[in-house]
């Protein structure tokens, strides 16, 4: 390996401009067209979109002018999320009908993944009552040619990259795979060593990057400490460029989702805040590949 991939994907909170995760809206305070528009701009290949954008777009100018207005400018890679309580029973209307919205964008964006949310806290103590619904979402995924892509969050219930790939492995199926996210890798304590170790490549639909400080602020949460404290990539306490190693080492070829959330990003115009993250993004790329070139 003497090289890594320099394609970066905007991440759904990337452009997402005031808006937050579990605020009272998700929604971005930019329009779908202007941030496609503001990633092509500033040399993304793609980006992502969340549930209260997608209704947006479905209700004013449809998935299929906006994978238009992409494909003009060149943008290949749409992503879509977050799929919530897909465990439930699949009559339960609330997350199903959510389930379709992002269906329908996933199939007219013919995105390469669908990310989908992990159980909440405490940390689960079997992965075996997920496999089963995991493994009939991901039928329905492969009927649209996508995948699902499973993150795990140190504050819920699949809390580490080891116990995601064992809930995968357990599902065994090509439509359901994981997002391994830096900040999330070293928040719940893996070392670069036991993810190498523990990470089947195949399993691997998205890589997300970015940073964070040595520990959370006193008195805040980890999740407080994610929606508001990240760091642009190399400009924190994390080993960034030891991920981009690592993942290149165990065969990811790209792209990389550049996920960005704090008070910082959100405070920045959107043509700002997308060259903050591509700047120092590449900036750790060309590190790593300095450090796989004399390894």
Not at 20 to 28: A, C, K
Not at 53 to 78: N, Q, Y
Not at 228 to 247: C, I, K, L, S, W
């Amino acid at each position: 390996m003497t090289g890594i991939s320099h394609d970066l994907v905007a991440t759904c909170w990337t452009t997402s401009g005031t808006a937050v995760p579990d605020g009272p809206s998700e929604r971005s305070s930019f329009s779908a067209r202007d941030r496609v528009s503001a990633a092509a701009d500033a040399g993304f290949t793609g980006l992502g979109f969340v549930v209260d954008d997608l209704e947006v777009v479905r209700d004013t100018i449809g998935f299929d002018a906006l994978r238009a207005h992409a494909d003009r400018l060149g943008i290949g890679h749409l992503e879509v999320e977050l799929v919530k309580d897909w465990w439930r029973d699949p009559s339960d209307a609330p997350w199903r009908a959510r389930w379709d919205l992002l269906r329908d964008a996933a199939q007219a964006f013919d995105s390469p993944m669908v990310k989908i949310a992990p159980p909440p806290a405490p940390t689960v103590a079997s992965v075996e009552p997920y496999v089963g619904p995991f493994r009939r979402l991901a039928d329905e995924a492969a009927a649209i040619g996508t995948r699902l892509a499973l993150e795990p969050l140190p504050f819920a219930g699949i809390s580490s990259l080891p116990q995601g790939s064992e809930l995968v492995r357990a599902v065994d199926h090509p439509h359901a795979g994981l997002v391994v996210d830096s900040w999330h890798v070293f928040r719940a304590g893996t070392s670069l060593d036991e993810l190498r170790r523990t990470l089947d490549p195949a399993t691997v639909v998205g890589v997300e990057v970015n940073d964070a400080d040595a520990l959370p602020e006193a008195g805040r949460t980890l999740f407080e400490d994610t929606r508001d404290n990240r760091r642009y990539p190399g400009e924190g306490a994390q080993d960034v460029v030891g991920f981009f190693r690592t993942m290149a080492e165990v065969g990811w070829s790209g792209p990389w989702g550049v996920e960005m959330l704090s008070i910082e990003h959100r405070a920045k115009s959107l043509a700002d805040a997308l060259d903050a993250a591509r700047d120092t993004t590449l900036r750790c790329i060309r590190l790593a590949e300095a450090g796989l070139r004399f390894a």
